[in-house]
């Protein structure tokens, strides 16, 4: 490793898949250098550390560089961080982890001696997305994953932001409606408990309850379990009630927009992750509402888009930290 | 002025009265140099500049220092700024000003050549707390004021955050109920519309239109016009109605607090401004539905706190301001 390389190995690690890439300065992955293996949760904590070091590992292989020319490893991982003292405190879907000093294992378990950084995931892809997608040049990007859960990046002045604790940038965590739906992170009525893929699911079904007549609905009573695919998919073919609910979720996230208009004041609102396959339908209807609440100058040097980068904000944003020296280092 | 002055003149610019006054480097006045002026708004705009340069001039002949031992003149606004290009764009009680340079027009306006900076009122407010008050040695603080209405202010990594329009930290435009009432602001469900005085008064009046019994009830519909105070005065003396609906507005700021732990994650919630007069009581209401709403970390690491500069927190932020050259300069 120099410190003058011009490459770092991205890593993102999924419940599912760990997918890892050589990343270049400018945010582009070294196509023939991707690499995804399964996670095998249920192995255990040393499986994981072990398949993270050899994802890493075999992408600088596949790349045809040579580990002199990468500066580092970045790990995005879902979960809450201890940031002082390097320590991954709580990730539901790898629990095995928790409370672990993940940086530190994987830079033990590589096979070179290299610096690790450990970031959550939500802000790689925010990283991402200001370094290398949409956000390109941008000083304050805000980013939203809308995914099962959603998830937030928040880069203030170029550089993420973490708060006092490590726990800020949780977007997802915003009450919309106070007195609302409890969420699973105690809270009632916050963002992710209403516009998250797994909500948009639950309010669909609510809507069916009462009623409300939907062709997705009668798949559903058929045995389909119904996805927020299938619902924008419902909507796309001309279902009322889909395109109701759907575009019910772009109207919660623009509420949300303006709160982080309000608070935040970026000139950037990214959404990345999953349900951005919904598309314009999807982001018109956030727009809209966005439009509706915005005060003071309104939507006036804001841009409301979604993420150029796809499913590799992560990776590319993980790689970014290496760059930019962010999050856990080992 | 030389540039290791040991002074700064902080002025107050309220709808009704200019207070200024002398601060040294550890913020705290100089008791000899408080002035206080009416700010004569009907008079227009000539005026109120020329009455902000007078009370920054006796403020400095009141302390026996000379103009050499200042560094400049900070003044803390209400308004929303055009940070870019110097203008106060709009300050509802300050029409006249709307769409001024004010802070060049009191430059021009001052006896001697110094530097002037202008910053929102509750910008001030939370670098006069983080600098001199509860906030000292904070990294991170995020201040509430709670009036008439409810403004914000937001130090990060120690300085003021603005965002990229210079709109951000307006904290009372964060949105809770998302069907909610209209707010001043355009939006709907605002925490302004729910938790400022204001608000709080109205809160008060709806319930008593629903029956419930109050003695203040009683005394309003003698002709007394009730104001946030009286109803925490009612409160202590007991009456029921008054304190739930004082409680109330504790439990939706306490929402609000919440809220800022997981945007911004600040190792200090600080409030400040007429309403904490109500003391515990409104305190603790805060504190409670925080408790309950706070997920990961909780509270842990995070102070919620009223001021300890009361009413002179703006005007020393504002004299901050020159210490920390922040906000609009001239």
């Known amino acids: ?104 294992l994987v830079k033990k378990e590589l096979a070179y001696d290299t610096s690790v950084y450990l970031e959550n995931d939500a802000n790689c892809a925010g990283l991402g997305e200001q370094w290398a997608g949409i956000g390109r040049g941008a000083k304050n990007l805000v980013l939203f994953t809308l995914g099962t859960g959603i998830g937030g990046g928040v880069v203030l002045d170029g550089k993420l932001w973490h708060g006092s604790r490590g726990v800020g940038a949780e977007l997802g965590h915003q009450v919309l409606f106070a007195d609302g739906v409890k969420c699973g992170c105690g809270n009632r009525g916050c963002l992710e408990a209403y516009a ?57 996230l623009g509420i949300a927009v303006v709160n982080m208009l309000n608070i935040v004041d970026p000139e950037i609102v990214c959404f990345s992750g999953g349900m951005t396959g919904a598309g314009d339908m999807l982001l018109n209807a956030i727009k809209d509402e966005a439009a509706k609440r915005a005060c003071g100058p309104g939507l006036k040097g804001v841009s409301i888009v979604f993420g150029t980068l796809g499913n590799d904000a992560g990776l590319i944003g993980a790689a970014g930290c290496v760059f930019s020296k962010s999050g856990i280092s080992a």
Request: some cysteine; charged content about 20%.
């Open 196 to 252: 998250s893929a797994t909500a948009t699911v639950r309010r669909f079904h609510e809507a069916v309850k009462t009623g409300k007549p939907s062709a997705l609905a009668d798949k559903a009573r058929a045995g389909a379990k119904v996805t927020s695919k299938m619902i924008h998919e419902a909507a796309v073919r001309g279902d009322v009630l889909s395109r109701d609910i759907l575009e019910e979720t772009g109207r919660f």
């Open 1 to 104: 490793m120099t410190s003058n390389s011009r490459y770092a190995v991205g890593v993102d690690l999924g419940g599912t898949f760990i997918k890892a890439g050589v990343v270049d300065a400018q945010g582009r992955i070294t196509p023939s250098s991707r690499i995804s293996v399964d996670t095998g949760c249920e192995k255990g904590m040393q499986w994981i550390v072990a398949s993270i070091a050899d994802a890493a590992e075999r992408a600088v292989e596949a790349s045809g560089l040579a580990w002199d020319d990468v500066s580092g490893v970045g790990l995005g991982s879902p979960g809450v961080f201890d940031f002082d003292n390097g320590i991954l405190i709580f990730a539901p879907n790898l629990i095995c982890l928790n409370g672990q000093p993940l940086a530190r």
